[in-house]
T-cell receptor, first 111, second 114 residues
């Protein structure tokens, strides 16, 4: 089963614009991670945010976490065509060591 | 460090045959995970190991599936009597362990059952 849901399911923007995608989850977590997946390839780790953190930055990425709402957002600023991919959130569920993935957001950045 | 390595990258097999996939984690990572991903879906958890111990298995892992991690290094995932519904990408990941650590994925093995 998948605990997280990303929103929107698909997003199409122009190069240079910002892209925001959201992730909701159901249970208590230790941390939340975001991954990128290019078509037919493996997952690339982007960023991890711990449950006691509210915001984290890495390059053009900004992640927020609201544990009271059980939600997270990923912002990609100044998007590039190379950012075209599917983006997934994954939660490290408290009490277990497994990671549960959401359904993903398919981002398309038009040049 | 070359990252998580999976072999083969692609496998086409006839229904009813057995297949085995291999995963080599990042060295000194004591946790190893197997996931399955079908088209348009997120990865689904199958099982994970802490060193050589298999600590959790998903209900998705029917009795036709078995995973091992002898000596706590590489891992194998075997599917017996494959069915068309087994066609998917099988992903392996490893992490150093401890809470709040990243999991790093391999490129996956794409299985097609014909």
């Amino acid at each position: 089963s998948q605990q997280g849901e990303e929103d929107p399911q698909a997003l199409s923007i122009q190069e240079g614009e910002n892209a925001t995608m959201n992730c909701s989850y159901k249970t208590s977590i230790n941390n939340l991670q975001w991954y990128r997946q290019n078509s037919g390839r493996g997952l690339v780790h982007l960023i991890l945010i711990r449950s006691n953190e509210r915001e984290k930055h890495s390059g053009r990425l900004r992640v927020t976490l609201d544990t009271s709402k059980k939600s997270s957002s990923l912002l990609i600023t100044a998007s590039r065509a190379a950012d075209t991919a599917s983006y997934f959130c994954a939660t490290d569920v408290s009490g277990t060591y497994k990671y549960i993935f959401g359904t993903g957001t398919r981002l398309k950045v038009l040049a | 460090d070359t990252g998580v390595s999976q072999d083969p990258r692609h496998k086409i097999t006839k229904r009813g045959q057995n297949v085995t996939f291999r995963c080599d984690p990042i060295s000194e990572h004591n946790r190893l995970y197997w996931y399955r991903q079908t088209l348009g879906q997120g990865p689904e958890f199958l099982t994970y190991f802490q060193n050589e111990a298999q600590l959790e298995k998903s209900r998705l892992l029917s009795d036709r599936f078995s995973a091992e991690r002898p000596k706590g290094s590489f891992s194998t995932l075997e599917i017996q009597r494959t069915e068309q519904g087994d066609s998917a990408m099988y992903l392996c990941a490893s992490s150093p362990g401890g809470r709040g650590t990243e999991a790093f994925f391999g490129q996956g093995t794409r299985l097609t059952v014909v």
